[in-house]
């Protein structure tokens, strides 16, 4: 059973920076494609950001795009996401997602197809 726990969620200033970190335990982290979701109050969860296990094949929703990167640390099981510029509609329980399966490209952004999901963490943006 894979298990993810997300950190590095917090309170942040508009134009602030924070990075959160997902560390995965058990299973082959490093054949999973690991995406970032998050849900603002009152809303649907949507996708933020994924990478592919290969480290390449890297999407964003077009709201975080320059803003946001992504990127993974195979060795220590944790993939990020670093957040600069951060606006107050970033202010969401930001989870991350592990897909053990085979697609590929814009179906990543579906949250449908992911397998374990953290309990998430809360990012709140506000002066």
């Known amino acids: 059973q894979v298990q993810l726990v997300e950190s590095g969620g917090g309170l942040a200033q508009p134009g602030g920076s924070l990075r959160l970190s997902c560390a995965a335990s058990?299973?082959?982290?490093?054949?999973?494609?690991m995406g970032w979701f998050r849900q603002a109050p009152g809303k649907e969860r949507e996708f933020v950001a994924v990478?592919?296990?290969?480290?390449?094949?890297?999407y964003y929703t077009d709201s975080v795009k320059g803003r946001f990167t992504i990127s993974r640390d195979n060795a220590k099981n944790t993939v990020y996401l670093q957040m600069k510029s951060l606006k107050p509609e970033d202010t969401a329980s930001y989870y991350c997602?592990?897909?053990?399966?085979?697609?590929?490209?814009?179906?990543?952004?579906?949250?449908?197809?992911?397998?374990?999901w953290g309990q998430g963490t809360q990012v709140t943006v506000s002066s």
């Open positions: 997602a592990a897909y053990t399966g085979s697609v590929y490209g814009t179906m990543l952004t579906r949250q449908e197809v992911y397998d374990y």
């Open positions: 058990g299973g082959t982290f490093s054949t999973y494609n």
């Open positions: 990478i592919r296990w290969t480290g390449g094949n890297i």
